[in-house]
């Protein structure tokens, strides 16, 4: 039987639970106490939640995050999104087959008066942006009301397990990002002028200057001097045939059902783009123990961090650069994917596609700012400013510290005698949200006696805890003192320590003290299911990935805080200091199928708005009869008029217009919905929450 349960996870801790029963489609299933629905039903290995009403195709997960409606369900006869949703005890969930019918409903809601609040300052997002934003205006005596939606503070870092790259003093590097958000939220639950709501959404900015709350499901009004939208940012969906199969969803789903809810959706994983996203998601579900197929790249190039997309190569993961998806595969669920080589303008090239079985593809093929706070918020006129991914898509890292400016810049504007905001933030706030830089040949180290570290860090990236954490400073940084390629030049000790904080485990350690000719070469490990112990053979590799030799482990130190493992191996001289891990998924899981599978679809077969069901060639058309309003397009075909309010589509038709070389000024904007969710109208009466219709 499978497991969908994680059991064991090198860096989360798995910890018991608390049983509960639901129905799903009336059939009884266990589920754990507190988790949403989406998450109780992959549990279950369901992942098909419904069908569409107009081309009854399958319809399941994929943002997880509340901006999409592939999730819906029926709860108790109300249509929700699963993944906002908790199971609860006995709760009757339906698959939504069709259009779902709401309930009769017999009674008047309660109308009983809904609770007003006044704060200074509304920050919509407790991410690492609205965490630092908080922080800095709790600590000048600025009252502030923090709302998230989720039941954790921490947004996106609740989901990473991987350590934080930039430095130590401004962004807690070589820290992992999980544990940087529970710091971040002791700091803002500790500080008295800060007040943190959970399960809390924003849904409403209103001219009188008030924003509409549904706090725990209750409606609330918060007047406010000013709103910061730290909302961070949501996935861009990708256009090829095939895409609307369920089985295709966005990585930062995937770290969720994974990272968050300890969920292995998946047995065999593809992953589409090859920034930061896409590589670590991979990265994140060999540490859950799935596999990873592959990865392909549209541009010659990754463009996340060189040592994410290192890390996966040696732990046996191929990834195709210049590829694109030619088809996903499938009945209801996908089954494989088809990719191509492109050529510099992105033109497939035929005969070189190649089918891989897999039974989810996640889509990591950029972010887009949460930015519809801010559009109402200045219609309304209230003073608002934004910080994090909501501001400018950036690593983690970055937007923790433009929160921080954001947040400072908050308290000038509401007391303008607070101190002025530092140059120098300014300038390290450009430095971590830097594009990687140069890449490096390799050169080792001449030295092949006593203890040396082997980096094998070779692009620059914003990162230097290498350097900061060495105590015998023997890490040195040329040039830029963050950007610049960290060099060994100094009197190692052999601690470890530069092996446990690097973000990227692009450093080993080579020990000829007791045998020259055969050393021991120390690697940062943290791929717990592949469990190696003292005695076992590995595959050493190099950093591309190529099996350089069988050796023999021969120690493992296990640091119970920081868990990177420190596996030892016994290498001949000649390849330890090329040595950077060892192979972890072997090369037959990543076979292509004998025949590719070309299902004769066309890119204007491919889904553009999954909630109403609209291909590309159908807004292609129209754009070529010479529409290029979307709000035309909405009133033809209905794409963005679906429950997401084209947050998914919205995309993809502006996609297509510059494809038809429509200039972006003839392009009229879509009218969105002055309400960011969907709210049951009876909420708006019963300052109580009690009617769910
Ligand atoms: S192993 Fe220790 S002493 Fe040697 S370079 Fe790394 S941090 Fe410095
Ligand atoms: S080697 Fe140093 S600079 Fe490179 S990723 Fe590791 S810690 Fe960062
Ligand atoms: S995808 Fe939701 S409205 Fe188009």
């Known amino acids: 039987m499978i497991e969908y349960r994680l059991k064991k996870h090198p860096i989360l801790p798995i910890e018991d639970f608390q049983e509960i029963t639901f129905y799903w489609n009336k059939k009884p299933l266990k589920a754990k106490e507190g988790e949403v629905i989406s998450s109780a039903l992959f549990a279950n290995g369901i992942s098909i939640f419904g069908h569409h009403h107009k081309d009854k195709s399958a319809q399941g997960m994929f943002c997880a995050n509340g901006q999409c409606a592939k999730c819906a369900v029926i709860a108790n006869g109300i249509p929700v999104k699963s993944c906002m949703t908790k199971v609860k005890e006995n709760m009757f969930v339906e698959s939504v087959e069709g259009l779902p019918e709401l309930p009769d409903v017999e009674e008047k809601p309660d109308i009983s008066d809904i609770e007003e609040i006044e704060t200074d300052v509304l920050i919509i997002g407790g991410g690492p942006a609205g965490l630092s934003a908080a922080i800095q205006l709790g600590n000048h005596n600025i009252k502030t009301l923090l709302i998230d939606d989720k039941d954790k503070l921490g947004g996106k870092l609740v989901l990473q397990t991987h350590k934080f790259f930039g430095s130590v003093e401004d962004s807690y590097a070589g820290t992992r990002g999980i544990e940087i958000g529970n710091l971040l939220a002791n700091k803002v639950e ?68 994974v990272n968050r809810d300890l969920i292995r959706p998946t047995e065999r994983l593809f992953i589409v783009g090859g920034g930061n996203v896409g590589l670590i998601a991979g990265y994140h579900a060999l540490q859950a123990g799935i596999e990873v197929v592959g990865l392909i790249e549209a541009l010659p190039k990754c463009g996340g961090y060189k040592v994410h997309a290192d890390k996966l190569k040696r732990l046996g993961v191929p990834i195709y650069t210049s590829h694109t998806v030619l088809c996903a595969n499938g009945e209801e669920t996908v089954s494989s994917i088809t990719i191509t080589k492109i050529t510099k303008d992105f033109t497939p090239i035929a005969g070189t596609e190649k089918t891989f079985a897999c039974d989810t593809i996640l889509i990591a093929v950029g972010l887009e700012p949460v930015n519809e706070f801010t559009a109402e918020a200045e ?158 053979f590995v595959k050493a590799v190099n950093i591309d990935g190529d099996i350089l030799a069988k050796v023999k482990v021969v120690g493992k130190v296990v640091n119970k805080q920081n868990k990177t493992q420190l596996i030892r191996l016994k290498a001949p001289k000649e390849i330890a200091k090329k040595v950077v891990a060892f192979q972890v998924q072997e090369k037959s899981v990543s076979k292509p199928l004998k025949e590719p599978i070309i299902s004769g679809l066309m890119d204007d077969d491919s889904m553009v708005c ?58 009229i904007k879509n009218v969105r919905r002055p309400v960011f969710v969907e709210v049951p109208l009876g909420k708006f009466a019963d300052g109580k929450g009690g009617c769910d219709e």
């Open 190 to 257: 500790e500080n008295e002028n800060i007040t943190a709501w959970t399960d809390s959404i924003a849904i409403f900015v209103f001219h009188d200057k008030k924003a509409g709350i549904l706090k725990n499901n209750v409606y609330k009004l918060v007047s406010t001097k000013v709103i910061l939208n730290a909302a961070g940012a949501r996935e861009k969906f990708l256009r090829f045939p095939g895409n609307t199969l369920a089985g295709i969803y966005g990585a930062g789903a995937f770290q969720t059902l």
């Open 610 to 667: 999954l909630c109403e069901r609209v291909t590309a060639g159908e807004i292609r058309n129209l754009i070529k009869n010479g529409i290029t309003d979307l709000n035309q397009i909405k009133a033809i075909t209905r794409a963005g008029m679906g429950p997401c309010g084209s947050k998914t589509c919205d995309n993809l038709i502006r996609q297509i217009m510059r494809e038809q070389r429509i200039p972006p000024n003839k392009v």
């Open 379 to 536: 219609k309304a006129g209230i003073p608002i400013f934004a910080a994090g991914d909501a501001l400018e898509i950036a690593e983690a890292s970055s937007a923790m510290f433009n929160g921080k400016i954001s947040g400072l810049k908050v308290a000038k504007f509401l007391e303008a005698d607070i101190e002025e905001i530092p140059h120098e933030w300014y300038e390290k706030a450009e430095i971590l949200k830097s594009e990687p830089g140069a890449e490096l040949p390799q050169i080792f180290p001449e030295q092949d006696k006593g203890v040396l570290p082997i980096i094998h860090c070779l692009q620059e990236i914003p990162c230097n805890p290498c350097i900061t954490i060495c105590p015998t400073d023997s890490i040195k940084i040329k040039d830029d003192p963050i950007m610049g390629l960290p060099n060994y030049e100094g009197e190692c000790i052999g601690c470890g320590k530069c092996l446990t904080i690097c973000p990227g485990l692009a450093i080993t350690l080579v020990d000829y003290r007791k045998d020259t000719e055969n050393p021991v070469v120390t690697v940062p490990y943290e791929v717990g299911n592949y469990a190696v112990e003292k005695g076992d």
